[in-house]
């Protein structure tokens, strides 16, 4: 769930796919480009990871008209948390035609990830928000690991749609990441950076790991009194409860 068909096809028709264009072609084939899938810890409860990326399955278990671009979360009523410290980048609303969701971009330096250089910078998108949920943050503003962004809900408000936020992570030249234009298709809002580069999702929440055995990548859970100092990537984007 994310992208109607009817804006896929009016980016490609613009050719404005820049962002998602070479995501794409990688994930053309309809496998998953990664092959990373998540390991949970005993003792949590997580809400589930429901589509991977690269997927070519929706969660209604219908065929996607497009690979996946990111990673479906959660159960009704999941709060998301920031996955790493950031700044929140943008706000912005979304009209689908089956119903509105506010949409959240942070960006991350390396040094928010724990990770070396100064090449590349993240931006982590969260879609299907409700504007209530998201009240509290301001564009601009920090935000530190395991603040609270919103709640998983029904993408649109709309009950038919299981409950779920989709995120969408990107790699970007740290000195083109101001090259950031936004485009409205119907009342779909997007934003596009030819430079960005779409990445796994669970690839930045593997970083911590030193090394990936068949794909398996550990989730980790925020804890409040965690110390992340060293810590590398992301955490997982969703509070679990202690069972
Ligand atoms: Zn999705």
């Known amino acids: 769930m994310r992208i109607p068909a ?22 053309a084939d309809g496998s998953p480009p990664t092959e990373l899938t998540p390991v949970y810890p005993e003792n949590f409860a997580c809400g589930p990871i429901t589509s991977l990326f690269g997927s070519m399955t929706d969660l209604d278990h219908s065929r996607r008209s497009e690979p996946h671009v990111g990673i479906d979360l959660g159960n009704r009523g999941d709060v998301v948390i920031a996955p790493a410290d950031g700044v929140i980048r943008a706000i912005w609303r979304v009209e689908h035609g089956w119903g509105d969701d506010w949409n959240v971009l942070l960006l991350h330096a390396p040094a928010d990830l724990n990770l070396p250089g100064q090449a590349v910078v993240y ?23 395991g603040d609270r962004i919103g709640v998983v809900r029904h993408p649109g408000n709309n009950a038919q ?39 796994d999702p669970l690839s930045l929440l593997a970083q911590h790991q030193r090394e990936i055995v068949d794909g398996h990548v550990e989730i980790v859970p925020y804890h409040a009194t965690g110390d992340y100092r060293a810590f590398r990537g992301f955490i997982y984007p969703l509070s679990c409860p202690n069972e």
């Open 161 to 199: 749609f299981r409950a779920e936020v989709h995120l969408e992570v990107y790699e970007v030249p740290a000195n083109r990441q101001d090259e950031m234009t936004w485009h409205t298709d119907g009342g779909f809002r997007y934003w596009v950076n030819h430079a960005a580069r779409l990445i």
């Open 123 to 145: 931006f982590t998108e969260f879609d299907h928000l409700r504007r209530d949920d998201i009240a509290h943050l301001t564009v601009g503003a920090r935000v530190r690991r």
């Open 6 to 27: 009817v804006f896929l096809t009016g980016l490609l028709l613009m050719g404005l796919a820049g962002a998602l264009g070479a995501a794409r072609d990688a994930l």
